[in-house]
């Protein structure tokens, strides 16, 4: 209803008597630091009764991420801090209890109905276009619109200008012996990152040691990520090459754009100074926002606004977005210090041991002939192959599937009908199908998550549409209503597509396709499977990042004719 109207930003405030509350919001911000907070955030509301460490953990591999990063960032002290001074700004405005709503200044206390949110909205909605219309700027908006609404000064200070500078500091926290999180170790795996032409950097090509960053200028980490490559920078001087990769997230809606005007810039010769200014403005990133930076740095601004409306660079971030996926880049920010990959923004006195070691690795190859350093150092490096090394055999007889029996291409997809990711992919997998035809088959298997309550129970209405010959049809009417799958819904669901309702009803009560989904979802384990969307491929998991039906069709390819 309000889509590109409202802007939502979720702030923490864990209340001291609910004693998971702290470590939930800590799992949810090491979850944002892989680019996955909204995914953590709807699965620890699913699970607010069974939120153990162990929990949060089994959430963590659910959501997709990197578990054992995920772990260390739990405990970065870091992260902490964010959730505390999140905390002490809501205390210093007198929010003691939740949740509570903040629009434009007002409070609205408690879990209002709908009805009360949309009034509100509607108005303030109202009040912006007015001010619009009045000549204030949309990047003032905020301030005009608190100010008008009689909001305390300390929440302009804090929730619009996040100046936390007056904030009184936390309490320091008694601290158990040993308890300090040890940096994660930074792998010796060197890998084969290409440096372009094109991309942008500082530094000699021939420098010694390089560093490539894969960043975008939504990711809040990636803005603190700045910092320690201009420490880096500044350290080591003509030794070092930084290298800036674009890798916009698909859920940072202005990322993509944001990346198309850095490179615009960089053709005209600007690109630090847009870089600098995109990361201080992460806020304010739509077009009528770039093109302001873009004349703040004096672009040439005709050739600036073409570029950026026919998208020119568009293939150049999707070049850089695929030299992160060969690196086995899932989220922002990644470095890569001559081709061994730290994960996450960490601070330089952590890095400084892995630049020194590559920086001594780097000196000793300019005698040699042929190359640079960086490119004779990442010559033999890694590739990120997006499958699984070995093949697992699966029983496939009882799930249902489009497409020829004897396709050469075997399309698996382990999948929930209360899975958010899952509905998101129903149909890519397919496009897939159909990008194939008859060279591919895509075989449904069914994998409910233990956090989704409903979810076995659609299995089963799934399974007892498939064996009256609609399973089709059932899964679109199934992921398009997942927020409602309860007996009664699924029942309406069942009519709806003509489905023999007496039948329908006698197999779910008998629960005949109990033993069929749990055998499905060890098919799935013994594959790999430990969340939901996976895609399993001729017995092959898929392990990339990408859920783009081009994407895969493109991965795919690579793998089956062994490029």
């Known amino acids: 209803m309000y889509s590109g109207k409202v802007a939502v930003a979720f702030w923490h405030n864990p209340l001291d008597f609910h004693p998971n509350a702290l470590p939930a919001a800590l799992a949810s911000m090491a979850a944002s630091l892989q680019g996955h907070f909204w995914e953590m955030h709807d699965l620890i509301f699913k699970n607010q009764k069974s939120l153990s460490p162990e929990r949060l953990v089994q959430l963590a591999g659910e959501a997709g991420l990197d578990v054992e990063r995920f772990k260390w960032d739990m405990e970065d002290p870091r992260v902490e801090a964010f959730v505390s001074q999140n905390q002490r700004a809501a205390a210093a405005i007198g929010i003691k209890g939740t949740p509570m709503f903040l629009i434009n200044g007002k409070v609205i206390r408690g879990a209002q109905p709908p009805e009360k949110f949309k009034e509100i909205l509607d108005e303030e909605l109202a009040k912006a276009e007015q001010a619009l219309a009045d000549g204030i700027t949309r990047e003032a908006l905020p301030l005009h619109l608190a100010k008008a609404n009689g909001a305390d000064e300390k929440y302009i200070k804090f929730f ?12 320091p926290k008694k601290k158990v012996a040993g308890s300090a999180p040890t940096p994660p170790a930074i792998e010796k795996t060197v890998w084969n990152v290409p440096v372009r032409d094109s991309d942008p950097a500082i530094g000699p090509a021939n420098a010694p040691l390089t560093v490539v960053a894969f960043s975008e200028f939504q990711c809040p980490y990636c803005a603190k990520g700045t910092s320690v490559l201009q420490r880096i920078a500044e350290e080591y001087g003509n030794d070092v090459r930084i290298v800036f990769k674009n890798f916009p997230l698909p859920f940072h809606k202005d990322a993509m754009l944001a990346s198309e005007a850095a490179l615009a810039a960089h053709a005209q010769g600007k690109f630090w100074e847009m870089h600098d200014l995109l990361f201080e403005n992460q806020q304010a990133l739509d077009q009528d926002f770039l093109i302001r930076y873009a004349a703040s740095v004096n672009l040439d601004m005709e050739r600036f606004k073409a570029d950026l409306e026919s998208h020119a660079f568009r293939a150049d971030v999707q070049r850089q977005m695929a030299d992160g996926r060969q690196a086995g880049v899932k989220g922002t920010p990644n470095f890569f210090i001559n081709g061994r990959v730290v994960k996450g923004a960490l601070p330089f006195d952590s890095m400084k041991d892995v630049l020194d070691e590559e920086l001594a690795k780097g000196k000793v190859l300019p005698a040699a002939d042929g190359g640079t350093p960086y490119e004779r150092l990442i010559a033999n490096g890694k590739v990120f192959r997006p499958f699984a090394d070995k093949p697992a055999a699966m029983n496939l007889s009882t799930a249902p599937a489009m497409g020829p029996d004897n396709a050469p291409i075997e399309l698996v997809v382990f999948s929930d009908f209360q899975c958010p990711y899952c509905s998101r992919f129903a149909e890519p997998a397919k496009q897939l199908q159909r990008h194939y035809g008859d060279r591919a088959r895509l075989v449904f298997m069914q994998f409910p998550l233990p956090s989704h309550q409903n979810a076995h129970l659609a299995a089963e209405a799934a399974l007892a549409a498939h064996a009256q010959g609609k399973f089709w049809q059932m899964h679109d009417l199934l992921f398009e209503n997942r927020q409602s799958l309860n007996r009664e819904s699924l029942e309406k669901l069942a009519a709806q597509i003509g489905l ?14 109990k033993l069929i ?9 013994a594959a790999g499977v430990t969340g939901t969307p996976t895609l399993v491929v001729n017995g092959y998991k898929y392990e990339g990042a990408s859920k783009d039906a081009d994407e895969l069709a ?5 793998f089956l004719l062994k490029d």
Do not use: T
Not at 517 to 525: F, P, R, Y
Not at 554 to 558: C, F, G, N, V
């Open 554 to 558: 493109a991965a795919i390819d690579k």
């Open 160 to 171: 619009i200008e996040r100046d936390f500078s007056s904030l009184e500091e936390a309490p």
């Open 517 to 525: 989904i749990q055998k499905q979802m060890e098919a799935g384990k």
């Open 500 to 513: 023999d309702m007496p039948q329908f009803r006698q197999e779910l009560d008998q629960q005949l396709y």
